[in-house]
């Protein structure tokens, strides 16, 4: 990790800003991460790449990975991914599952882009730094160790991250825990060769009553510690002893094309934010954002333009020190020299900013948190959904008048966070109201001006 940037940025900010001392300055470190999925094998003729094909594909169509052409359109959105990432400072985890390394293997020949490599060697060889691969398994019928194998083989200088596990239960069909990364896992297709991670990343759940893994249950935090075991007390508690680092991924900031760079942008800054209020979260410990460019809209337009322009406006506050990019590794690292590995156990199903609860809500149930409040140009609202609805949020002043329409629109399951823009309105109270045909839920919030 360079850390010699952050300390820069510090002094200048203390010759240029007296009002603000060294001390009171906890920055956010944030990274970009991708799975490429399995679902993009299209197993059942169904494909997670949008843009590209219809979700159901007909049986005519060739199938993810195994076509070239497919394989080819997604390689070149990575390498363009790859360039921005690298001219613009950021960082970013390129977490690959088999299904993309077995079309390297089968097409990626390398060019003249790439200098004759194929894009897995020259992501590890060519980004200086910017990128780092780890390993990312659904577990069905490649495990994470046959995964790092391919990586390795491929050149890609795979890292100890786990790209994504189960908190609560055993690892996809399959008969081991987290827990047993700690003294490595065997390949299934490559028994030969053990894995032995050290950071977890990405605590997925699982859902006990259907089966299944399910993202409402997924452990969504900031912090960073050493999880006990798979209980739920044990995976949220702090044990020295332990080898193995829970490295958190934020809350669900996402690259899904349903949103405007300044929209996710808006979502890394308010919590850079709310580290300089300084009183929640407690500052002086690692905080960790992971912002998701998520594989399968990356055939949709605008996808690179866009991830640049969140480069773009997260500039500010990297000059300033309060955003870091760095790599799920440099975090770590950044954690122990600079942190002396103090856990930080920053809730999961806590408000981050202003102390307001955004629990984790019971299924059929909503939890909305306005966050920070008062606000003075931005707030986020942040709630959870326990299915797919369509969902609408509106502004009103406190005459009851509808003064903004934000959101109108069919929203997946899980944790979302809009951004509410106040620029426009006057000192006083406004009333956030989010509804579905199932529920609505009205809070206020306080803007200062
Ligand atoms: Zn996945």
Known sequence: MNSIAPFLALLLLISSCGRLSAQTITPLYVNFFTHNEERDYCTGRTSDIYCYFPPTLPASQPCGYQDQTVFLKLRGVLKELA??????????????????????????????????????RWIAENNNGAIEIDAHAHESTYNYADVAYMLDSLGGKPSKVVGGFTWNFTQGNNTYTWMDFDNGIKGWKYPSFTWKPDILWGAAGYNRRRGQTDHAYDVETPGIWQPKDTSETGFKSHDPSKRLILLGNGYGKANDSSKTAEQIAGEIIAFA?????????????????????????????????????????????????????????????????????????????????????????AEGMLGLAIAPN??????????????????????????????????????????????????????????????????????????LR
């Open 83 to 120: 360039d921005t990432v690298r001219a613009g400072g950021a960082k970013w985890n390129w977490e690959s599952d088999w299904v993309f390394l077995a079309g390297v293997r089968s097409f990626d020949k390398g060019d003249a882009a790439t200098g004759g490599k194929n894009i897995v």
């Open 273 to 361: 934010d709310s580290l300089r209020q300084g009183t929640k979260p407690p500052t002086g410990r690692l905080y960790s954002y992971s912002i998701d460019l998520h594989q399968k809209f990356w055939a949709c337009p605008g996808y690179v333009a866009r991830t640049a322009r969140v480069i773009e406006l997260l500039k500010p506050y990297v000059q300033q020190g309060r955003i870091v990019w760095a790599t799920n590794t440099e975090k770590v690292t950044a954690w122990k020299a600079q942190y002396q590995s103090q856990p930080n156990l920053y809730p999961f199903a806590q408000n981050i900013v202003s102390g307001i609860r955004s629990e984790k809500i």
């Open 374 to 447: 008062p606000a003075s140009d931005q707030a986020v609202a942040y709630f959870n959904l326990a299915r797919p609805e369509r969902v609408s949020l509106k502004l009103y002043n406190v005459l009851g008048q509808e003064v903004a329409l934000l959101l109108d629109a069919e929203l997946e399951a899980g944790e979302h966070a809009i951004p509410l823009p106040l620029g426009h309105c006057p000192s006083s109270i406004v009333f956030v109201r989010i509804s579905s045909a199932a529920f609505s839920i009205t809070k206020s919030i306080q803007v």
